[in-house]
T-cell receptor, first 111, second 114 residues
Framework: QQQVKQSPQSLIVQKGGISIINCAYE??????FPWYQQFPGKGPALLIA?????SEKKEGRFTISFNKSAKQFSLHIMDSQPGDSATYFC??????????FGAGTTVTVRA | NAGVMQNPRHLVRRRGQEARLRCSPM?????VYWYRQLPEEGLKFMVY????????ESGMPKERFSAEFPKEGPSILRIQQVVRGDSAAYFC????????????FGPGTRLTVL
């Protein structure tokens, strides 16, 4: 039983475009929502994270939008660059260490 | 400042053999977590350890899998009598004592069982 559902499985975007990845969760006890970026052959690296007391968090070209009532959150990558090509994982935890990951989205940015 | 280190990076075992995966946390980190990533899937939590203590092993298969984090040396994930279904990428993460949420991941060990 997957606690965090992520979509799409993959996406292709032109350089300069916007990449949008969506995640949905069921467990209302989750209160920490990080996004990880993973390059081939590497481990996931923390990209940005949000707590449910805010609806949006922006760091550079990366923005998390959070909708508590819909139990959904999304990652927006603005002005996508070829170097952003990677697999992105959303995750959630209940104020503890046990991260529940989505299945991942492979983003390809075409030059 | 070296990150989380894992070795070996690639490990090939035949069915029935043992696999030992090692993880050295970042300097100053005393919490270690192991995750498994099956092909086309996200990471699944396996176990959380502190020095000499297993805190939560709820994600570990009941048989053949064990983990330790001794007072000295790296954390070890041990898989006995491996089967083809154990083929996966195994990631270790660590966090500092004061911020258990910020988990920093190693590059992973890719286990292939022939």
């Amino acid at each position: 039983q997957q606690q965090v559902k992520q979509s799409p499985q993959s996406l292709i975007v032109q350089k300069g475009g916007i990449s949008i990845i969506n995640c949905a969760y069921e467990n209302t006890a989750f209160d920490y929502f990080p996004w990880y970026q993973q390059f081939p052959g590497k481990g996931p690296a923390l990209l940005i994270a949000i707590r449910p007391d805010v609806s949006e968090k922006k760091e550079g070209r990366f923005t998390i939008s959070f909708n508590k009532s819909a139990k959904q959150f999304s990652l927006h990558i603005m002005d996508s660059q070829p170097g952003d090509s990677a697999t992105y994982f959303c995750a959630a935890s209940r104020d503890d260490y046990k991260l529940s990951f989505g299945a991942g989205t492979t983003v390809t940015v075409r030059a | 400042n070296a990150g989380v280190m894992q070795n070996p990076r690639h490990l090939v075992r035949r069915r029935g053999q043992e696999a030992r995966l090692r993880c050295s946390p970042m300097k100053g980190h005393s919490h270690v977590y192991w995750y498994r990533q099956l092909p086309e899937e996200g990471l699944k939590f396996m176990v959380y350890l502190q020095k000499e203590n297993i805190i939560d092993e709820s994600g570990m298969p009941k048989e053949r899998f064990s983990a330790e984090f001794p007072k000295e040396g790296p954390s070890i994930l041990r898989i006995q009598q491996v089967v083809r279904g154990d083929s996966a990428a195994y990631f270790c993460a660590s966090s500092p004592a004061v911020s258990i949420y910020e988990q920093f991941f190693g590059p992973g060990t890719r286990l292939t069982v022939l």
